[in-house]
């Protein structure tokens, strides 16, 4: 996968497919379609470079679709993955992007607790986006799976970013709850059809994803009692890879989305915040105040 470019012409097309009254359930079609998840027993999703993309980086971006947060995936498949693509293609603060969403709900009580599309670099990209389910479940018991975008990461891809040059992909998850602390053998053979020898900590599945990939996450903040604390949870477990932003001004996500990326590259906040819209960049500048990226991040073997 990771084939083509990734065009305005074709991005237009398909948003012009949507219509302007479309909301959620009439552009995620397949919530209300009978579908049926396939499998992910032994599925791996590779980013390899091509003619089209000879120095691919893997970016993998993991959204909440449990019953609060249907309007991520609208917003998502409408502009901000569209506007993101276009600030990483333009300003080029990592070559040849090659992404892939993952769509995260709880896998204590969904039945489709993670998808993951391929990864690609031109509008399959949201083409696939928009194939996902969105279950709208989550079970009320004080967290997300946002491990579960961790494990595949971590296990199930294959990048030439990592393998040829030893070089970090980025994984970016976006949610208004906290992670569930532990992922269990039981849930790990469920979802996945693994063997895991033992329980695993978010903190060991996020060192081990670290080990191929810069990982964030954006808090959304509602503005309701228990957020300071859900994000000071993130804090703890992903400690200088956290923001946070308001669900009011949740159409700058995609330029959050760029100036992670950006200052995890070496640019200043200022820097990154400089190349996007101006009246966004204000609206996020506070976002990433609680962003520091570790001077030495190379990878060593």
């Known amino acids: 996968m990771g084939r083509g470019s990734y065009t305005a012409s074709d991005w237009i097309q398909l948003r012009s497919s949507f219509g302007t009254e479309k909301k959620t359930e009439q552009i995620f079609a397949s919530k209300s379609t009978g579908y049926a998840l396939p499998s992910l027993k032994g599925v791996v999703r590779e980013a390899r470079d091509n003619e089209d993309s000879p120095r691919s980086t893997p970016v993998m971006i993991g959204f909440d679709v449990t019953a609060s947060m249907g309007y991520l995936a609208e917003e998502l498949a409408l502009n901000s993955l569209n506007k993101a693509i276009v600030y990483l293609y333009d300003n080029k603060p990592i070559q040849c992007p090659q992404v892939m969403c993952c769509a995260i709900g709880d896998c204590k009580s969904d039945k489709y607790p993670l998808q993951v599309t391929q990864f690609e670099s031109d509008i399959r990209i949201i083409r696939q986006l928009t194939s996902l389910c969105l279950e709208g479940g989550g079970g009320g018991n004080g967290g997300e799976s ?8 971590a296990r199930r891809t294959r990048t030439d970013c990592f393998e040829k040059r030893r070089e970090k992909g980025y994984l970016i998850t976006i949610g208004d709850d906290n992670c569930h602390r532990l992922l269990t053998r039981s849930e790990i053979k ?11 900590s978010a903190e060991e599945l996020i060192a081990e994803a670290e080990k191929m990939y810069h990982v964030f996450h954006i808090c959304i903040d509602r503005g309701v009692p228990g957020d300071e604390r859900i994000f ?3 804090r703890e477990i992903l400690p200088g890879r956290t923001a946070a932003i308001n669900k009011k001004d949740i159409s700058c996500l995609s330029e959050l989305i760029y100036a992670l990326i950006s200052v995890a590259e070496g640019k200043t906040a200022n820097e990154a915040l400089s190349a996007v819209d101006q009246q966004a960049a204000e609206r996020i500048a506070g976002s990433i105040a609680y962003i520091s990226i570790p001077k030495n991040n190379n990878i060593s073997f």
């Open 190 to 200: 469920r979802v996945f059809g693994d063997d895991a020898e033992y329980d695993l």
């Open 232 to 234: 000071a949870g993130w």
């Open 146 to 153: 946002y491990n579960l975008a961790w494990y595949f990461a």
